[in-house]
């Protein structure tokens, strides 16, 4: 058996311990779940109808969604294709399959079919079902199938699709990613078929440019690492057969790092302002990955604290954020004055909003039904 045995870090040193990278990762996966509330929270015209105010709050709300909470999809794609090639071997291939079963299909499976039959009974209750807009959803087998394969009713869910067809490629995608050839021709590819608009299906090609490019930078770090962590092997492990794998640790944070990612930053909104000027559509992908890798390279990560215990629960609060927004905005529009303010002030404040129902909901399962917490929250 293969000894894989990374460097540890120190204090003092270059490198990040591993519970500050995790801590990072939390961080961050927080952040982009707040985000992303804002991409599904707009309401002006349900608030005001088709008026010269509703032009005035759907521009001012889709300039903070636009900007911001479009970078948020991008950057779970590029935590998980980062984590997923980090440290990678064919003999982790299967291990990492399993971890994912529980943490991504088995989630993936019970939220698509929670959403179905929450549309099943609401669409049949007086009150509810006109919130829920849908006439009365059918209840049979095809139906059922089609929601939990399709995410038929849980249209946020089309990331997590997306990601298990990723995790299912990596024996293709992996020889791909670890030759610097290859990569090239692939990325020429997906730069072409978005480009083009053509899709990959079942795969979204702007989806494989993130995944495929933080698992790039995760492998070309590995690779940088081999020849320190081949010499540390042999000085730790002469007399020993197998020892514990642990993850090569990554890179502290440092002021030239952080410049970096403040230029990276910066070509991200130049790139965003391009991509408007010409309708080139290219441009926002490249904006979303310079956006998030500059972000990354900007946070210290050994300066973050820990992370409290309610940022753990951004899978729960993705997976759930889009029921709770629709069913807010709706039962407002009918119940509250329609003024230009109700709306836009109700999306500023719906990432909070939804924090503190998803936190309390969260909260009351792991502490009445845990193991259907572990199960919706895929074990994190």
């Known amino acids: 058996m293969a000894v894989r045995q990374g460097c540890q870090g120190t204090e003092g040193g270059d490198r990040m311990t591993e519970p500050q990278f995790r801590n990072k990762v939390v961080w961050f996966s927080f952040f982009f779940s707040l985000l992303v509330v804002w991409v599904h929270s707009y309401n002006a015209q349900m608030f005001l109808g088709i008026c010269g105010e509703t032009a005035e709050v759907y521009l001012t709300e889709h300039w903070i969604g636009d900007r911001f909470g479009q970078i948020a999809v991008p950057g779970f794609f590029m935590i ?65 199938t089609d929601a939990v394969i399709n995410y038929t009713y849980n249209y946020v869910f089309w990331y997590l699709y997306q990601l298990i067809m990723l995790i299912l490629l990596a ?12 990569r090239i021709l692939l990325f020429a590819i997906l730069w072409y078929a978005v480009w083009k608009n053509i899709d990959l299906i079942p795969l979204n090609s702007d989806a494989l440019i993130y995944y495929a ?7 070309d770090r590995q690779r940088k690492s081999k020849t320190q962590t081949s010499n540390q092997i042999s000085n730790q492990t002469s007399n020993q057969t197998t020892a514990p794998f642990i993850p ?10 952080g410049l970096v990612g403040v230029l990276f930053l910066f070509w991200g909104i130049w790139f965003y302002g391009f991509g408007l000027r010409t309708a080139f559509i290219p441009g926002f992908v490249i904006s979303r990955l310079f956006a998030v890798s500059g972000l990354w390279l900007m946070v210290p990560g050994e300066w973050l604290p820990p ?40 999306y500023l404040a719906m ?15 792991k502490r009445f039904s845990p193991l259907l917490w572990r199960m919706l929250n895929g074990g994190r």
């Open 171 to 182: 024996p293709l995608l992996y020889p791909v990613l670890k030759y610097l050839w290859s």
């Open 80 to 144: 998980s294709g980062y984590l997923f090639y980090r440290d990678f071997d064919w003999s982790l291939l299967a291990g990492k399959w399993k971890r994912r079963i529980s943490s991504v299909l088995v989630p993936y499976i019970l939220w698509n079919f929670l959403y179905y039959m929450g549309y099943v009974v609401g669409s049949r209750l007086t009150g509810i079902s006109t919130i829920v807009g849908k006439g009365v959803v059918p209840f049979s087998l095809p139906a059922l």
């Open 351 to 365: 990432p909070v909003i939804v924090l503190v129902i998803c936190g309390m909901t969260s909260w009351i399962l």
């Open 307 to 346: 992370a409290y215990p309610f940022m753990r629960c951004n899978f729960f609060l993705y997976a759930t954020h889009f029921a709770v927004v629709r069913f807010i905005n709706k039962a407002s529009a009918i119940i509250l004055p329609a003024s230009k303010w109700t709306p836009l002030v109700l």
């Open 213 to 219: 490019f933080a698992g790039s930078l995760a492998l």
């Open 248 to 257: 090569i640790p990554e890179r502290s944070w440092n002021i030239r790092r």
